[in-house]
């Protein structure tokens, strides 16, 4: 409710992935602490955002669009100031290279002026008036109310950013809650935000999910969850909403995005592709590649090439230069992926580059296995880490089946040279999942495109200018015509 609170109840300690050795083995280094709030101050969240979410004259859902824009630019430039703090916040509480912090941080503020941009644009053709049968209408793009914005510990800014910049633009009041993994980082913002927004337009809680979700989704008061991470988390989530059918809801969960490297791909392309695609920040993005299909007339020639790609990548802290492999933030995340080795060697497969698999501290070395096949756990289930499964095929119907049957629905890869046979699988996949990827490997960006998943991938589509539809209702104003 625009103020900074000095916290005096518990806190909850907060440790690197990055350890340092000690007698006993390699310890995770403690990095501070943040407040573990609870129910009341759940309560006083949804108090303030409700408040302000009053649509009196002047207040922030029916404040003029150019106003609202003022007030985002202004959190922007008070933001930039912050770039170095949370680019260091980010290495040391997830272990993202500082490479990729500073991409993170670069694209969240180039993602709040384009999403300036195209409200600009919505807005002018959204406010028309158009005559219909004696019915002079105008359709007003508006807000829906509170929203409850929480991202994920691999992108915890510009995960949360991407539905809180469009969540508050549109006039909606939020609370916000950042993830587990990555709470540390919101700590050199909160100046700005308090500056930039009247107060109970943005409201950050901190603390256990367990403690305050239940507490902000049983008020019923949430009128649209904004929440990236996982399935499990996310139906948790809806189950404590008393009326879900009045909940908006804008999620991004899982993935098992497959690539399929067809008998013609130019193969030093592909490897290159799949290798950034598979393991860019150690696998942890929900578009990473977590399954190749790798045509069997070219998987060992596959494999070698990509067995030598992997011995070159570094491994390191993360603000150490040219490091790929960095400390995994998840406390038992080498345990679950040795479990994923373990059962796919117990069923037939191998890790087969050399040192692959092995676990120093909280680095989990890079493994690529093969033959992975249905029936193992790698075949299934979304790793999120450094485990490459490749899955030998020698008809095209084998990775179009594993697809359609997949529960996951996000996108796909297909490598290959001859467009006569690309046509006919590109035309049948964009039924499948939400985006097809020819030579190049899955992501979200450029962020202009639509961003969204079928089936358990996704709910609702992120974008720039989706973003601001996803958190705004069209109204319709009409007048009959004397
Ligand atoms: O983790 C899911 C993110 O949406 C991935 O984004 O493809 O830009 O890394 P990215």
Not at 71 to 88: C, D, I, P, Y
Not at 233 to 245: G, I
Not at 447 to 471: I, M, Q, W, Y
Not at 474 to 480: I, N, P, Q
Request: overall charge neutral; hydrophobic content about 45%; charged content about 20%.
């Amino acid at each position: 409710n625009g103020e900074l609170r000095h916290w005096q109840g518990a806190v909850q300690d907060v440790f690197s992935p990055v350890c340092v050795r000690t007698p006993g083995g390699p310890e995770r280094v403690r990095i501070g602490s943040f407040p573990l709030m609870g129910e009341a101050d759940a309560h006083a969240a949804l108090d303030a955002a409700t408040a302000a979410y009053d649509c009196g004259r002047g207040r922030w859902p029916t404040m003029g669009v150019a106003d609202r824009i003022r007030h985002v630019q202004h959190f922007a430039s008070l933001m930039k100031e912050q770039r170095e703090a949370v680019v260091r916040l980010i290495m040391w509480e997830i272990g993202k290279t500082r490479s990729d912090a500073e991409k993170e941080f670069d694209r969240t503020v180039v993602y709040i002026t384009d999403t300036i941009d195209a409200l600009k644009e919505l807005d002018r053709v959204s406010s028309r008036f158009v005559i219909e049968q004696g019915i002079i209408g105008q359709i007003r793009r508006g807000p829906l109310g509170v929203a409850l914005c929480m991202g994920p510990y691999n992108y915890p800014l510009n995960e949360t950013f991407t539905t809180l910049i469009p969540a508050l633009i549109m006039g909606n009041t939020v609370v916000m809650k950042p993830p587990r993994h990555g709470v540390l980082l919101f700590a050199p913002l909160l100046a700005a935000l308090r500056e930039a927004f009247p107060p109970g337009v943005v409201n950050v809680l901190l603390g256990a999910g367990r403690a305050l979700t239940p507490t902000l989704m049983r008020s019923g008061r949430i009128d649209v969850l904004a929440f990236i991470g996982t399935s499990k988390a996310a139906n948790t989530l809806l189950k404590d909403h008393p009326r879900p059918n009045r909940l908006r809801l804008v999620l991004g969960l899982e993935a098992k995005n497959p690539a399929i490297v067809l008998p013609d791909a130019d193969l030093n392309l592909a490897v290159e592709e799949c290798l950034a695609g598979s393991l860019a920040f150690n696998g942890q993005r929900c578009t990473a590649l977590k399954l190749l299909f790798v045509h069997e007339s070219v998987a060992q020639q596959f494999i070698a090439l990509f067995s030598r790609a992997l011995s070159a990548i570094g491994t390191g802290m993360p603000w150490q230069a040219g490091v790929m492999i960095t400390p995994l933030p998840e406390e038992g995340k080498t345990a679950y992926l040795e479990e994923l080795l373990a059962d796919a060697s117990a069923r037939g497969a191998a890790v087969v580059n050399e040192g692959g698999g092995t676990v120093t501290g909280t680095y989990f070395h890079p493994a690529l296995v093969y033959p992975v096949a249905p029936g193992m756990r790698l075949y299934t289930e979304e790793q999120f880490g450094p485990v490459v499964p490749i899955v030998p095929f020698t008809d095209i119907e084998e990775p179009i089946r594993a697809i359609r049957e997949s529960d996951y629905g996000q996108q796909v890869s297909i490598f290959g040279r001859n467009s006569a046979l690309l046509a006919p699988l590109i035309d049948h996949l964009v039924n499948q999942v939400s985006r097809v990827n020819i030579n190049s490997q899955c992501q979200r960006g450029p962020d202009v495109f639509p961003f969204t998943g079928r089936k358990d991938s996704a709910v609702g589509t992120l974008s720039v200018s989706d973003a601001l539809r996803a958190f705004s209702l069209r109204t319709l104003v009409a007048a009959r015509n004397h």
